[in-house]
């Protein structure tokens, strides 16, 4: 196993993680919603938002973020023999913390900068409180999504492993 080879397994089930991830958010905030509107309207939330910018730019940073750690993890897991649980989870809340992180920026950006200065503390208001409320009912996906995470490298490393001796052994 080279580290190219752990970086590259890393990185690809982290952009799957994303994706889990993704959809479990979407998930939460279906249920959270379709109480009040129904689940049609409920499923298709992100329409109605004056924030699909903020949106869709942490979906880009959390892909991002999904890259970087994963390769990471794969290296920590399949060349340092890391316990991937426990680096799983590590990154998974780094994925969260980061992207939720990133993200409020946006917002403050857009919005909160103006109010520098003001009975409005902007710094709470878009970057503490998403990132709270974000780590919040972010924490149990992650541990869990983290965990398959760490999971399928620890597996793909060994199949990857297997076939390299077996090529060897030819």
């Known amino acids: 196993m080279t580290e190219r080879d752990a970086k590259r397994i890393g990185s690809k089930q982290g952009l799957i993680s994303v994706g889990l991830g993704l959809l479990i ?23 109605t938002i004056e924030y699909k910018l903020n949106i869709f730019i942490g979906a880009i940073i959390m892909l991002g973020c999904g890259h970087f750690y994963g390769q990471l993890a794969g290296k920590a897991i399949l060349i340092n023999k890391k316990n991937f649980i426990l680096i799983g989870f590590l990154c998974g809340m780094a994925v969260l913390v980061t992207t939720a992180f990133l993200t409020g920026w946006t917002g403050f950006i857009q919005e909160g900068i103006d109010n520098i200065g003001t009975s409005d503390d902007p710094f709470i208001d878009y970057i503490f409180k998403p990132l709270f409320w974000v780590t919040i009912f972010g924490a149990i996906p992650a541990f869990l999504v983290g965990i398959w995470f760490g999971g399928q490298i620890k597996v793909k490393g060994r199949k990857l492993d297997k076939m390299y001796r077996t090529q060897q052994q030819l």
């Open 25 to 47: 958010a979407q998930l939460i905030m279906t249920t959270l919603i379709s109480s009040d509107q129904g689940f049609l309207k409920a499923f298709f939330w992100f329409t």
